[in-house]
T-cell receptor, first 114, second 113 residues
Framework: GNSVTQMEGPVTLSEEAFLTINCTYT??????LFWYVQYPGEGLQLLLK?????DKGSNKGFEATYRKETTSFHLEKGSVQVSDSAVYFC?????????????FGAGTRLTVKP | NAGVTQTPKFRVLKTGQSMTLLCAQD?????MYWYRQDPGMGLRLIHY???????AKGEVPDGYNVSRLKKQNFLLGLESAAPSQTSVYFC????????????FGPGTRLTVT
């Protein structure tokens, strides 16, 4: 089936450190890929997306590149801040014209210390 | 513009009790969704709606019912709560076809004892 696998957390980093959160996917077709972020006490918010192979999504200093050859969509940020502390979810939609079938990874909790 | 709101924020039920979770959105979105979030499992889709008066089953629909009588509201019902339904429930909405972004509410933490 269609699924997303994320690196297990929690991840703890010092401020200004480099962040990578790994995400790989399994899909029978050509999915669109997403990263959502959940800040404490809030719902999920879309962070970035990529809809086809080799696309790079970016937002707020975060980046992720859709790699079809490795079925991956790793999230990166060059210099994290305390305010980036949150849970990050990788997700995919297999059918672009019908977004009722979004599959989420288990989430990775990031804590950034000053 | 409140976005997506959910009530209540917290609830404790005894096994066998019933309750309804309310989701409301003020963005005129066609699509609405109910997810549950469990540790180590991400979010799983319970039911969804593609428009007023329509509902459909998601990945984990058993034990839940939904209704979409008004476009802005999506209700999730538990007729006879079970401990396995202890979870955090999220409602989301989106414009619909060709729109990928889902907008989420803040969640409802439900405990069934």
């Amino acid at each position: 089936g269609n699924s997303v696998t994320q690196m297990e957390g929690p991840v703890t980093l010092s401020e200004e450190a480099f962040l990578t959160i790994n995400c790989t996917y399994t899909a029978t077709g050509y999915p669109s890929l997403f990263w959502y972020v959940q800040y404490p006490g809030e719902g999920l918010q879309l962070l970035l997306k990529a809809t086809k192979a080799d696309d790079k999504g970016s937002n707020k200093g975060f980046e992720a590149t859709y790699r079809k050859e490795t079925t991956s969509f790793h999230l990166e940020k060059g210099s994290v801040q305390v305010s980036d502390s949150a849970v990050y979810f990788c997700a995919l939609i297999l059918t672009p014209r019908n977004n009722n079938d979004m599959r989420f990874g288990a989430g990775t909790r990031l804590t950034v210390k000053p | 513009n409140a976005g997506v709101t959910q009530t209540p924020k917290f609830r404790v039920l005894k096994t066998g009790q019933s309750m309804t979770l309310l989701c409301a959105q003020d963005m005129n979105h066609e699509y609405m969704y109910w997810y549950r979030q469990d540790p180590g499992m991400g979010l799983r889709l319970i039911h969804y709606s593609v428009g007023e008066g329509t509902t459909a089953k998601g990945e984990v629909p058993d034990g839940y019912n939904v209704s979409r009588l008004k476009k802005q509201n999506f209700l999730l019902g538990l007729e006879s709560a079970a401990p396995s339904q202890t979870s955090v429930y999220f409602c989301a909405s989106s414009y619909g076809i060709s729109s990928y972004e889902q907008y989420f509410g803040p969640g409802t933490r439900l405990t069934v004892t």
